[in-house]
């Protein structure tokens, strides 16, 4: 099959696959472009000259909202559901080796927290904290609401990878007199490391990007997706452009860092097979 | 272990490995609820009992100054006695259906393309994650990026006007019921690739080439082997898309600058003008049709085969 000769339909795919990432990252570019917009220019091109002039305005405090603060605070929290989606989702990925009374039930529970609209959890969320008296806050309710939604993602990850893993090196440490603990250390973890890195990378970025779940359970202060969510509506200046370039960024920087992590781990296996 | 492996143990063996297995299989189960158990409390706590809240308050009285527990069916009874409520539901199934047909068809050509068309193993990895990363970045992010490209002095009308074929800006582009649509299927057509993706490239090579050896043309081959292949796939895109369209209401109310509407977004309006009892019913109904509808879906396909 490698040696054939391209068809015309490889050609005509090519061509729609190409014309799909140039949908996926053609606006993103744009907003890219505009943040470095002149003093004078407005929200569409052309350009007015090229500055720094709106990336100097973020970080300045009294021109949109509070954008250092609610950052730091997003960060925090999708540190905190990174660490706590691992945890979780691997113990969970472990206990459903095996049948056990329940599992079918807590799978689907699960799904549904995955289908369920994320309006209504923020909702109920929201309502269980208000009518129990808890104050609702970014690091509590907001938490909680995105745990519901990286959660299934990490657990349906750990599912499939460890549906995939041959019991056979389990038992051969366990032949070699590797205790549970030694063979979970020193066989399973190396293993399925760069898959946690995936479950960590995918909990960290969905946190910091969620806004649904967020929107009824930060209480006081904002996390940054809800920061520009409110600047959508009252920022009509390129500021908003250079926030989006620098989350954007950012978030391409987590992702990078997993992926190089991700590749150095595998190299690193492959060595030492 | 099942009993019939246990029964092939030679009868020497048989009083040892009871007595060995027997407790450890109890530690094992033991050890398996304790590891299940922090997931259940979490979305116990965070999930299952908001979503009791929510269908306990549904039923409460509510004015401007709270809510009060109460036994009440006017919030239901209100709001699907309402014109306008099933119009806004009228308008949701609209954009899931269009949304729906539209990631299916970008989703599965792409996934195709990379599954069948790419050769090699890297290169395939590299293009997956081309169309993945952006799922990664913030949805509010993407969707104002349109605003530049699709606005009255936007890229699209500024090049349209340059090369004479309008002459004053079209106006439908940005805040619209297409600005909505096209957001959308930029926002989703990710979850369609993916689980369409993976589908793709778990069916057996051999299969195409055997029916290719049996003389069948490059559209049959597609039709009667790799789509059907490709339905536990489609299923599970679909339950994505679906679920994410039905409770969209960011996308709704910027793309569309306030002159369209969803479930999601006349219940987020209540709960700005804290109608949580309004809310809470309309919620309980949506959540009933999304449930059906992934029901309806799940008939289809066994998640837990496909992971």
Same mark, same amino acid.
């Given at each position: 099959?490698?040696?054939?000769?391209?068809?015309?339909?490889?050609?005509?795919?090519?061509?729609?696959?190409?014309?799909?990432v140039?949908?996926? #990252?053609?606006?993103?570019?744009?907003?890219?472009?505009?943040?470095?917009?002149?003093?004078?220019?407005?929200? %569409?091109?052309?350009?007015?000259?090229?500055?720094?002039?709106?990336?100097?305005?973020?970080?300045?405090?009294?021109?949109?909202?509070?954008? @250092?603060?609610?950052?730091?605070?997003?960060?925090?929290?999708? +540190?905190?559901?990174?660490?706590?989606?691992?945890?979780?989702s691997?113990?969970? @990925?472990?206990?459903?080796?095996?049948?056990?009374?329940?599992?079918?039930?807590?799978?689907?529970?699960?799904?549904?927290?995955?289908?369920?609209?994320?309006?209504?959890?923020?909702?109920?969320? @929201?309502?269980?904290?208000?009518?129990?008296?808890?104050?609702?806050?970014?690091?509590?309710?907001?938490?909680?609401?995105?745990? %519901?939604?990286? +959660?299934?993602?990490?657990?349906?990850i750990?599912?499939?990878?460890?549906?995939?893993?041959?019991?056979?090196?389990?038992?051969?440490?366990?032949?070699?007199?590797?205790?549970?603990?030694?063979?979970?250390?020193?066989?399973?973890?190396?293993?399925?490391?760069?898959?946690?890195?995936?479950?960590?990378?995918? @909990?960290?970025?969905l946190? #910091?990007?969620?806004?649904?779940?967020?929107?009824?359970?930060?209480?006081?202060?904002?996390?940054?997706?809800?920061e520009? #969510?409110?600047?959508?509506?009252?920022?009509?200046?390129?500021?908003? #452009?250079?926030?989006?370039?620098?989350?954007?960024?950012?978030?391409? %920087?987590?992702? +990078?860092?997993?992926?190089? +992590?991700?590749?150095?781990?595998?190299?690193?296996?492959?060595?030492?097979? | 272990?099942?009993?019939?492996?246990? !029964?092939?143990?030679?009868?020497?063996?048989?009083?040892?490995?009871? /007595?060995? =297995?027997?407790?450890? $299989?109890?530690?094992?189960?033991?050890? !398996?609820?304790?590891?299940?158990?922090?997931?259940?409390?979490?979305?116990?706590?965070?999930?299952?009992?908001?979503?009791?809240?929510?269908?306990?308050?549904?039923f409460?009285?509510?004015?401007?100054?709270?809510?009060?527990?109460?036994f009440?069916?006017?919030?239901?009874?209100?709001?699907?006695? *309402?014109?306008?409520?099933?119009?806004?539901?009228?308008?949701?199934?609209?954009?899931?259906?269009?949304?729906?047909?539209?990631?299916?068809?970008?989703?599965?050509?792409?996934?195709?393309?990379?599954?069948?068309?790419?050769?090699?193993?890297t290169?395939?990895?590299?293009?997956?994650?081309?169309?993945?990363?952006?799922?990664?970045t913030?949805?509010?992010?993407?969707?104002?990026?349109?605003?530049?490209?699709?606005? $009255?002095?936007?890229?699209?009308?500024?090049?349209?006007?340059?090369?004479?074929?309008? =002459?004053?800006?079209?106006?439908?582009?940005?805040?619209?019921?297409?600005?909505?649509?096209?957001?959308?299927?930029h926002?989703?057509?990710?979850? &369609?690739?993916?689980?369409?993706?993976?589908?793709?490239?778990?069916?057996?090579?051999?299969?195409?080439?055997?029916?290719?050896?049996?003389?069948?043309?490059?559209?049959?081959?597609?039709?009667?082997?790799?789509?059907?292949?490709a339905?536990?796939?489609? !299923?599970?895109?679909?339950?994505?898309?679906?679920?994410?369209? &039905?409770?969209?209401? *960011? /996308?709704?109310?910027?793309?569309?600058?306030?002159?369209?509407?969803?479930?999601?977004?006349?219940?987020?309006?209540?709960?700005?003008?804290?109608?949580?009892?309004?809310?809470?019913?309309?919620?309980?109904?949506?959540l009933?049709?999304?449930?059906?509808?992934?029901?309806?879906?799940?008939?289809?396909?066994?998640?837990?085969?496909?992971?």
């Open positions: 099959m490698n040696h054939e000769k391209r068809t015309f339909e490889f050609y005509v795919l090519a061509g729609f696959f190409l014309l799909f140039l949908f996926l #990252y053609g606006p993103l570019s744009a907003i890219l472009i505009l943040s470095f917009q002149g003093p004078e220019g407005g929200l %569409t091109f052309p350009l007015n000259g090229v500055s720094l002039h709106w990336f100097h305005n973020l970080f300045q405090q009294q021109a949109v909202g509070d954008f @250092g603060a609610s950052f730091k605070r997003s960060f925090v929290l999708g +540190l905190m559901v990174m660490a706590v989606t691992v945890l979780v691997l113990l969970a @990925g472990l206990a459903f080796r095996q049948r056990f009374r329940g599992g079918t039930a807590l799978f689907y529970l699960a799904v549904a927290s995955l289908v369920v609209p994320s309006i209504i959890i923020s909702l109920g969320i @929201g309502v269980v904290f208000q009518q129990s008296g808890l104050k609702p806050a970014w690091y509590s309710s907001a938490f909680g609401a995105h745990l %519901t939604w990286t +959660l299934p993602f990490g657990v349906l750990m599912f499939a990878v460890f549906n995939r893993f041959s019991p056979a090196y389990e038992e051969a440490a366990r032949d070699l007199g590797a205790s549970a603990w030694q063979t979970f250390r020193h066989v399973v973890l190396p293993m399925i490391a760069p898959s946690l890195i995936g479950v960590g990378l995918f @909990g960290f970025s946190s #910091y990007d969620e806004f649904a779940r967020t929107l009824m359970t930060s209480g006081t202060y904002n996390t940054l997706p809800l520009i #969510y409110g600047m959508t509506t009252n920022v009509t200046t390129p500021v908003l #452009y250079a926030l989006g370039t620098v989350t954007t960024v950012f978030s391409f %920087t987590i992702i +990078l860092a997993a992926l190089g +992590l991700i590749i150095s781990l595998r190299r690193k296996q492959a060595k030492g097979v | 272990m099942s009993a019939g492996q246990i !029964a092939d143990v030679p009868m020497t063996d048989k009083p040892l490995g009871i /007595t060995r =297995r027997l407790p450890k $299989r109890g530690l094992q189960k033991l050890a !398996a609820y304790l590891q299940a158990a922090p997931l259940a409390l979490i979305l116990g706590f965070f999930f299952l009992l908001p979503i009791l809240a929510i269908v306990v308050v549904s409460w009285d509510y004015d401007f100054a709270g809510i009060y527990p109460d009440l069916t006017m919030n239901y009874t209100e709001t699907l006695g *309402s014109w306008v409520t099933w119009k806004i539901y009228l308008n949701t199934f609209k954009f899931t259906a269009i949304v729906w047909a539209l990631t299916l068809l970008i989703g599965f050509w792409v996934a195709y393309f990379l599954a069948f068309h790419v050769r090699t193993a290169m395939q990895m590299l293009l997956f994650l081309v169309c993945t990363v952006p799922f990664l913030s949805n509010i992010i993407r969707m104002i990026s349109w605003i530049p490209v699709l606005g $009255r002095n936007g890229l699209i009308n500024t090049t349209l006007m340059n090369m004479g074929l309008v =002459r004053d800006p079209v106006e439908w582009l940005l805040y619209s019921d297409f600005a909505v649509v096209l957001a959308m299927v926002l989703y057509t990710l979850f &369609m690739v993916t689980p369409i993706f993976n589908t793709l490239m778990r069916i057996d090579r051999s299969l195409v080439e055997a029916a290719r050896d049996a003389g069948a043309t490059g559209w049959q081959i597609l039709w009667n082997v790799i789509i059907p292949l339905k536990p796939g489609i !299923a599970i895109g679909t339950i994505f898309v679906v679920t994410l369209v &039905m409770a969209d209401f *960011s /996308t709704v109310q910027v793309m569309s600058g306030g002159q369209s509407a969803s479930v999601a977004l006349m219940m987020k309006n209540q709960m700005s003008l804290l109608q949580y009892p309004a809310a809470a019913a309309n919620a309980v109904v949506l009933i049709i999304v449930l059906m509808m992934v029901a309806a879906i799940l008939r289809v396909v066994d998640i837990r085969k496909e992971l």
